[in-house]
């Protein structure tokens, strides 16, 4: 692919490392690329970072024809600049823009673009533990009409934020959690299993109700019986039962995170069994009364491990996870997998990509 590359002339100051947080500062630059059913993919190049141009009519505007990806590159201990599974991210855009009817460029496209921006912006990639560069590639609608059908022309793009540690610190944080019982994220059927803007849209108002509430995010159940566990707030869930690691099988309403399969692929690794299947709320709150729930914990990209500290249901009960602490396997998974991507743990499964 040639990407023609156009430096700024005007680069901003990077912040302090100690004051990233997350998705509050931007790098320099910004790749694009567009498509049109006559040309296909075309024009693919880096540009200083700033707005684009697009008409007020575009199909992403009025027919939330979007969706989105979101990995890291990191600086390892020995300096080298390295994407963690940027394949399986670009795989999991192309499995999921059909369902908005929406084309992707090729998943060697797309890594081939998250490399040659991270070399453009290679000193905005931070040093210090727990910190990287996210990237966030995005694929809208572009084209202005207003009937409703898929558009012919899109845009694809890629920007880049240094980020710290999700939790603001090395350790990780345990969050309190509102078991939603009315709203839902995605209906089976629906956009759950596409990394579709719409999604995030849809589970916004019940994650404000509960933060005004106290809680962190939502522990979001299936559409239909409101019963069986689905997402924790933007994250793939596990459950730590007994001596088995238990987490929701992928369906069209659930996400299929890389840092899902991940800990799965390390879970059973270190001997684990681990179960994809259904878990209900009644089962959760059994295992906990036995004193066999032992660890909850969300995965995804942001945070990679998120640990649960606290679920709050509507009748004012609530089930303490672990004492409210994080427990002893998500801390090993959240090390293992930090240390894969900082270069101090042997990666035995090839998801490192040099830059």
């Not at 004051?19 to 690329?33: A, E």
């Not at 809680?215 to 007994?242: C, I, K, P, R």
Request: charge should be neutral; aromatic fraction near 10%.
């Amino acid at each position: 692919m040639d990407i023609q590359i156009s430096k700024t002339t005007n680069p901003k100051a990077k912040p302090a490392e100690g004051d990233l947080g997350f998705g509050r500062f931007f790098s320099d630059h910004v790749f694009t690329m567009d498509f049109t059913a006559e040309k296909g993919w075309f024009d693919a190049k880096i540009q200083p970072y700033g707005p684009f141009a697009i008409d007020p009519a575009a199909g992403v505007f009025h027919y939330g024809q979007a969706m989105f990806e979101g990995s890291k590159a990191f600086r390892g201990v020995d300096g080298k600049l390295r994407l963690f599974r940027p394949m399986a991210h670009a795989e999991r855009m192309m499995v999921g823009a059909p369902r908005l009817c929406m084309p992707t460029p090729t998943a060697e496209q797309m890594v081939e673009a998250c490399k040659a921006l991270v070399r453009v912006d290679a000193d905005w990639v931070p040093k210090s533990e727990g910190t990287s560069l996210y990237l966030r590639p995005t694929l809208i609608a572009t084209e202005g009409f207003l009937g409703v059908r898929p558009a012919n022309t899109y845009r694809y793009f890629i920007i880049a934020s240094p980020v710290g540690s999700y939790y603001g610190g090395n350790s990780l944080k345990p969050v309190r959690i509102w078991v939603e019982t009315v709203e839902v994220r995605a209906p089976r059927g629906g956009l759950g299993a596409a990394k579709a803007g719409a999604n995030y849209a849809a589970s916004l108002h019940a994650a404000v109700k509960a933060k005004k509430a106290g809680y962190d995010q939502v522990l979001w159940l299936d559409s239909s019986s409101h019963e069986l566990v689905e997402e924790v707030g933007t994250m793939n869930l596990f459950a730590y039962v007994g001596n088995t690691l238990v987490t929701p099988p992928l369906s069209d309403s659930i996400l299929a995170g890389v840092t899902r399969d991940s800990v799965i692929t390390l879970a059973r690794e270190q001997g684990v069994k681990v179960e994809e299947r259904a878990i209900s709320v009644k089962e959760l709150k059994a295992a906990h009364a036995k004193g066999e729930l032992k660890e909850v914990f969300g995965t995804g990209t942001a945070a990679v491990i998120s640990p649960v500290g606290e679920l709050a249901f509507a009748n004012n009960e609530t089930l303490k996870i672990n004492d409210g602490k994080p427990g002893a396997f998500g801390l090993k998974l959240y090390e293992t997998i930090t240390g894969i991507q900082r270069g101090t743990v042997k990666d035995t499964h090839g998801w490192l990509m040099d830059v």
